[in-house]
């Protein structure tokens, strides 16, 4: 290791103009610098956009000359080639190893490194911690190891990656080394297992502001999303951004109707051959095309600072990702907008995957992460409160919000709502605080439902005395009410509703209610007794409703063209999960139950074309 280095605090400007182009420090990034070059570990957990990168990149120009070299770690080959450019661009030292290089290649850098021609190399932990990189590592003069991504490390974290689990050799393999950590993304959780995992030592911990003021937060309805997309695009005919997906088809479909409306609209995803793929992100970084439809792997290292929106078709599962995937707009400084599409049945789709978990232990974790995002996108107040309380971060504000969020922007005036509080209150009372909201809700509504009528909850006092309004309504303010700790789900899989004291009081008078809510909408009146074909059905939104119905009728032509009953095509459970999921591959149909190979061959194509007419809900 290098003699530890500590230039003058007059320097450091000079020399981040001469090497970057700027002389523009912030507080966090000069402390992990001088915390480096004197030779400490450093934690930095700086958000999207921070300035992260010069954090080891100038002590790398600093340390220029001494015959050492820096290591950065990163996960993904995209980030190392856009590092890699940007720093050759600026004249610094700067190569990398990873599979996208030829054997030849690789040869030639690493003779190169070992006579000390580069001040930077980016690996990925795979090939740094196999034999090969471990054999190269010990020829080299190692000044630091920067660990990009840290969080990936961390069972806890969003992006677990089982080979960043190595990386904790590290410190014993270089003792007197100093490592740097650096993440967007972690909760104190997470921060936590990262400095144990990696055996940092009296690391110096730097945590920048979570908030991003020039970030313009919203959640829309999830009602007619294409068109609502279409509209914001042509209202900003200039901006570029990223929409992103939960499937692979739905992006290349999203990216094929955008183009022919004439919006440049390009797909990226995993499932991509390289070059099309590599293509794609080529024409969306350099302006050839203004849209990028995306899974979440995208967007990840890729330093585009213009891009003026991300917005979320689809629902995210956890608060950490969408965080970091918002964070990819508006890196220059300037007012970007970060629009999250939601609607009450997004958490049955997300909740289809989780359940297809092995690990028990990993799905809780994943539905109170789930939670935790539904709450973000039902929230009546600032955004900011959630978001940033997700990372340890407690928001405050001298005018009380944010004013960069919607709920800030756009208040809704505050109404007394005890009475409707009390009524779902004793709804949960009544029936004995062991069942799920749906149920309660259904009993309020009075529904004659089976679940309900089979319980005798239909013989309730409090059957029926919330059939003026709509499910929605019963929804928004049970999550009021959750909010405020006036009611409670369990953390098992049923999520059954209990009150809690501050619920009691609400309950018996004794504290009034007032919310930020929507006027409630009258209800098409109570709901009546089903049949069991419909009752499969019965939590399903309205657009999901629809679908339902029209593949029911497509399940009762295919069955009398066969001359067989209609369940031996596919049962109800399987049209209702379709019309959940809205599969539109093979490797999504075949997920759905009662879908074999069989059935797969015989009737996905039919099926998957209706989904594909019936679009967006």
Same mark, same amino acid.
């Given at each position: 290791?290098?003699?530890?280095?500590?230039?003058?605090?007059?320097?450091?400007?000079?020399?981040?103009?001469?090497?970057?182009?700027?002389?523009?420090?912030?507080?966090?990034?000069?402390?992990?610098?001088?915390?480096?070059?004197?030779?400490?570990?450093?934690?930095?957990?700086?958000?999207?956009?921070?300035?992260?990168?010069?954090?080891?990149?100038?002590?790398?120009?600093?340390?220029?000359?001494?015959?050492?070299?820096?290591?950065?770690?990163?996960?993904?080959?995209?980030?190392?080639?856009?590092?890699?450019?940007?720093?050759?661009?600026?004249?610094?030292?700067?190569?990398?190893?990873?599979?996208?290089?030829?054997?030849?290649?690789?040869?030639?850098?690493?003779?190169?490194?070992?006579?000390?021609?580069?001040?930077?190399?980016?690996?990925?932990?795979?090939?740094?911690?196999?034999?090969?990189?471990?054999?190269?590592?010990?020829?080299?003069?190692?000044?630091?190891?920067?660990?990009?991504?840290?969080?990936?490390?961390?069972?806890?974290?969003?992006?677990?990656?089982?080979?960043?689990?190595?990386?904790?050799?590290?410190?014993?393999?270089?003792?007197?080394?100093?490592?740097?950590?650096?993440?967007?993304?972690?909760?104190?959780?997470?921060?936590?297992?990262?400095?144990?995992?990696l055996h940092l030592r009296d690391p110096e911990l730097l945590r920048g502001d979570f908030e991003r003021k020039n970030l313009h937060y919203e959640v829309r309805?999830?009602?007619?999303?294409?068109?609502?997309?279409?509209?914001?695009?042509?209202?900003?005919?200039?901006?570029?951004?990223?929409?992103?997906?939960?499937?692979? !088809?739905?992006? *290349?479909?999203?990216?094929?109707? =955008?183009? @022919?409306?004439?919006?440049? %609209?390009?797909?990226? /995803?995993?499932? &991509?051959?390289?070059?099309?793929?590599?293509?794609?992100?080529?024409?969306?970084?350099?302006?050839?095309?203004?849209?990028?439809?995306?899974?979440?792997?995208?967007?990840?290292?890729?330093?585009?600072?213009?891009?003026?929106?991300?917005?979320?078709?689809?629902?995210?599962?956890?608060?950490?990702?969408?965080?970091?995937?918002?964070?990819?707009?508006?890196?220059?400084?300037?007012?970007?907008?970060?629009?999250?599409?939601?609607?009450?049945?997004?958490?049955?789709?997300?909740?289809?995957?989780?359940?297809?978990?092995?690990?028990? !232990?990993?799905? *809780?974790?994943?539905?109170?992460? =789930?939670? @935790?995002?539904?709450?973000? %996108?039902?929230?009546? /107040?600032?955004? &900011?409160?959630?978001?940033?309380?997700?990372?340890?971060?407690?928001?405050?504000?001298?005018?009380?919000?944010?004013?960069?969020?919607?709920?800030?922007?756009?208040?809704?005036?505050?109404?007394?709502?005890?009475?409707?509080?009390?009524?779902?209150?004793?709804?949960?009372?009544?029936?004995?605080?062991?069942?799920?909201?749906?149920?309660?809700?259904?009993?309020?509504?009075?529904?004659?439902?089976?679940?309900?009528?089979?319980?005798?909850?239909?013989?309730?006092?409090?059957?029926?005395?919330?059939?003026?309004?709509?499910?929605?309504?019963?929804?928004?303010?049970?999550?009021?009410?959750?909010?405020?700790?006036?009611?409670?789900?369990?953390?098992?899989?049923?999520?059954?509703?209990?009150?809690?004291?501050?619920?009691?009081?609400?309950?018996?008078?004794?504290?009034?209610?007032?919310?930020?809510?929507?006027?409630?909408?009258?209800?098409?009146?109570?709901?009546?007794?089903?049949?069991?074909?419909?009752?499969?059905?019965?939590?399903?939104?309205?657009?999901?409703?629809?679908?339902?119905?029209?593949?029911?009728?497509?399940?009762?032509?295919?069955?009398?063209?066969?001359?067989?009953?209609?369940?031996?095509?596919?049962?109800?459970?399987?049209?209702?999960?379709?019309?959940?999921?809205?599969?539109?591959?093979?490797?999504?149909?075949?997920?759905?139950?009662?879908?074999?190979?069989?059935?797969?061959?015989?009737?996905?194509?039919?099926?998957?074309?209706?989904?594909?007419?019936?679009?967006?809900?």
């Amino acid at each position: 290791m290098t003699s530890a280095l500590q230039p003058a605090a007059e320097s450091l400007p000079s020399l981040l103009k001469r090497h970057f182009g700027h002389e523009d420090f912030r507080p966090l990034q000069e402390q992990a610098i001088r915390a480096a070059l004197a030779g400490r570990d450093v934690f930095l957990l700086l958000p999207t956009g921070g300035g992260k990168s010069l954090c080891y990149q100038l002590p790398a120009v600093i340390r220029n000359g001494q015959g050492a070299v820096t290591v950065v770690i990163s996960p993904l080959i995209a980030l190392m080639h856009n590092q890699v450019d940007l720093l050759q661009a600026n004249g610094i030292r700067a190569t990398l190893l990873n599979s996208s290089i030829t054997s030849r290649e690789a040869g030639q850098r690493e003779r190169d490194l070992l006579r000390g021609c580069y001040d930077l190399v980016y690996m990925a932990p795979e090939r740094l911690m196999g034999p090969a990189g471990q054999r190269l590592l010990q020829r080299l003069n190692v000044a630091q190891v920067a660990i990009d991504e840290a969080h990936c490390i961390s069972e806890w974290g969003h992006d677990f990656r089982p080979e960043y689990r190595m990386l904790g050799g590290l410190r014993v393999m270089f003792p007197d080394v100093p490592i740097m950590a650096l993440t967007a993304t972690a909760t104190p959780r997470v921060a936590r297992d990262i400095v144990e995992q990696l055996h940092l030592r009296d690391p110096e911990l730097l945590r920048g502001d979570f908030e991003r003021k020039n970030l313009h937060y919203e959640v829309r309805p999830k009602h007619r999303t294409f068109e609502q997309v279409l509209a914001y695009l042509r209202q900003r005919p200039t901006a570029e951004g990223i929409i992103y997906v939960a499937s692979r !088809a739905k992006a *290349e479909d999203l990216a094929e109707r =955008l183009r @022919q409306h004439e919006i440049a %609209a390009v797909a990226y /995803h995993a499932g &991509m051959d390289h070059q099309t793929r590599t293509e794609n992100q080529h024409a969306f970084i350099h302006g050839q095309a203004r849209v990028c439809c995306a899974t979440i792997a995208f967007g990840m290292g890729i330093d585009k600072p213009d891009v003026r929106f991300v917005m979320h078709v689809d629902l995210p599962r956890h608060l950490e990702g969408y965080y970091q995937e918002t964070g990819r707009a508006g890196r220059d400084g300037l007012p970007a907008d970060c629009i999250l599409f939601f609607s009450p049945g997004d958490r049955q789709r997300v909740m289809y995957f989780i359940d297809q978990k092995p690990d028990e !232990a990993e799905r *809780e974790r994943a539905i109170k992460q =789930l939670d @935790q995002m539904i709450r973000y %996108a039902r929230h009546s /107040h600032c955004r &900011m409160v959630p978001l940033l309380g997700y990372f340890g971060e407690t928001f405050v504000s001298p005018s009380g919000g944010c004013g960069h969020c919607d709920n800030c922007r756009s208040p809704r005036p505050m109404r007394d709502v005890t009475e409707d509080a009390r009524k779902l209150l004793s709804a949960v009372a009544r029936t004995q605080q062991r069942f799920g909201l749906p149920h309660v809700i259904r009993v309020l509504r009075g529904s004659m439902a089976e679940p309900v009528t089979q319980r005798g909850h239909d013989q309730l006092s409090v059957h029926g005395i919330g059939k003026a309004y709509a499910t929605e309504y019963w929804r928004a303010l049970a999550q009021h009410l959750i909010e405020h700790d006036q009611l409670a789900l369990t953390d098992d899989e049923f999520r059954t509703t209990f009150l809690t004291p501050a619920g009691l009081a609400v309950l018996k008078g004794q504290t009034k209610v007032e919310a930020g809510l929507p006027q409630p909408a009258p209800s098409a009146g109570p709901e009546k007794r089903r049949k069991r074909s419909s009752a499969a059905a019965a939590d399903l939104t309205a657009d999901q409703q629809e679908l339902f119905e029209k593949l029911r009728q497509l399940r009762l032509q295919i069955a009398r063209q066969q001359g067989v009953p209609p369940y031996i095509v596919f049962g109800d459970t399987t049209l209702r999960h379709m019309a959940v999921i809205r599969p539109t591959s093979l490797d999504d149909f075949i997920q759905l139950p009662g879908v074999g190979q069989a059935k797969l061959e015989r009737y996905a194509a039919r099926f998957m074309e209706l989904i594909q007419q019936a679009g967006e809900p």
